[in-house]
């Protein structure tokens, strides 16, 4: 019998990369073995190879769980090359193949060559996510590479709407997968509390006010027409009375602009951790008019990409990605937008963080060429700043895009769409497709308890293992049976235990790649594996030993879906 108590408390840290370790030593040995299977067949006179020109190759995880555990195209790459065809090569090179990981080998289609892996080293993995807990997944990958990550940053004018929400969930949801794969994360809410549009909005909000006392007052079409606003107007006019249009109307629009944006922010920061969404700092663009705009432009103006041009002074963008140049300081000297971008981008290299990401709105896409102008004009590597852009959503009810908002004019505000779905749906719905695809959110689906629904079927795997936790309470001859894993062995025990073991590689993958909705992805997977075993394996049996085994396994299962919940920020609920 072997029992597995391989990880001792107290290295969770040391060890959190130990599975992600073995799956890459697996890797690396496949492609060792298969240069040697193929130096070996030159040997033999069975091809023609020059040993000094051997090319780069992959070995991935194919996407049909038939082809095996992993694949390789080395036959593909080199076939031409040696002027055989690659299924030729691959079947050459499987003859001569050997791996003490492998247990079968096998070519398919026109030369990939698939991998079975024996199932051994996948006993191991239970150990492991068992000790580790919550820091199974965790990785070193990183190596506490710092980066800044901006996102949401929506103008302080209204209440999120269901884009910016999908940017908030995005956003969020990275910042963990790249805290689990090492980096050292800062999360930043760019706030643009200067400019057009927020005098606009006090002149709204002010109008408003001259409304609820009930002044014959028009909105002008260029303001904003949110019953928000007059809310805020209310407000306003219980704590001032009639006092406001006793001042001059700048001191007027001074008070209607400040308290509009503070109730605005605090609606706003509101909703988000209403989401689950916070950040380490609310960054706002008034400090920047404090001195930090006159120093970048002065910055880009001794690099030589600043020059004067009708009165105005602009930003020489066309030298690098961008279409052409740009003013930074209008003939009146009144700062630009990108003036502000330009020192607020400044002050983030300036604070020595290691990478940039901003998650930016569909809307922002012909910024990027501008914003990586800038950070060459600096003196910094452009591809320090990464952008992600998260496209639009749709609201759909009975197949049919829809408005849901009662007070938001011609938006759907998050708190609304909470209000509908709730935190969990609304988070795992916006990662599951990939943000820079358009989303068609779905209400009918999001509300069925059904396995038609990702989220119920997630969260229900959770829930379903609890209670099998609680039925085993009564069976103590089954608690007190050693573990022995070699007991699992069915396709589908051998199967579930192989998407436990790729959880530390899809967290890599996922933080690489920054794209959250692979998590999503996983979390399905796992959840299908188990509910797939569990309708097909009875965990309690009379087999005491067998089910002391697949107790083990639950338990494992029980721990990664906690794990990748938790990722997302979801629950992992105890019953359904």
Known sequence: MRIFILYKKGTKLQDGVVNMNKLKEIKTTLKHELQKALLRAAQQKELELNEDRLPEFDIERPREKEHGDYASNLALIMGGQIGISPRELAEKITDFFTCEYVDRISVAGPGFINFKLKNDWLYEVLDLILELEEDYGSLNYGQGESVLLEFVSANPTGPLHIGHSRGAVTGDVLA?????????????????????????????????????????????????????????????????????????????????????????????????????????????????????????????KDRG???????????????????????????????????????????????????????????????????????????????SLEVIIVQLVSLMRKGEKISMSKRSGDFVTLRDLLQEVGRDVARFFYIMRSSDSHLDFDLDLALEQSKNNPVYYIQYAHARIHSIMENLQNKQEIKQTAVDPTKLNSAEEIDLMKVLAHFPEEIKFSAVSRQPHHIASYASELAEAFHVFYNKRRVITDDKELSAARVYLVKAVRQVLKNVLSLMGMEAPRQM
């Open 305 to 383: 990409y600043i020059y004067k041009k009708e009165g105005a002074v602009w930003f020489e963008a066309s030298a690098f990605f961008d279409e052409k140049d740009r003013v930074v300081i209008k003939s009146d000297g009144t700062p630009t937008y990108l003036a502000a971008d330009i020192a607020y981008h400044y002050h983030k290299l300036e604070r020595g963080f290691d990478s940039l990401i901003n998650i930016w709105g569909a809307d922002h896409h012909g910024y990027v060429p501008r914003i990586k102008s800038v950070i060459e004009a600096l003196g910094e590597d452009p591809e």
């Open 176 to 300: 963990a997968i790249l805290k689990k794969a090492g980096y050292d994360v800062h999360k930043e809410y760019y706030v643009n509390d200067v400019g057009n549009q927020i005098e606009i909005l006090a002149r709204s909000t002010f109008i408003r006010y001259k409304q609820e006392l009930g002044e014959n007052v028009s909105l002008p079409e260029d303001c904003y027409a949110g019953d928000y606003l007059v809310d805020i107007a209310r407000e306003l006019q219980e704590k001032y009375g009639s006092e406001l249009n006793d001042l001059a109307e700048e001191k007027s629009l001074e008070i209607c602009r400040e308290y509009t944006l503070d109730t605005m922010l605090e609606m706003i920061e509101e909703d988000l951790k209403s989401l689950g969404v916070n950040f380490d700092c609310w960054y706002k663009e008034n400090q920047l008019h404090q001195g930090k705009i006159k120093e970048a432009v002065n910055m880009l």
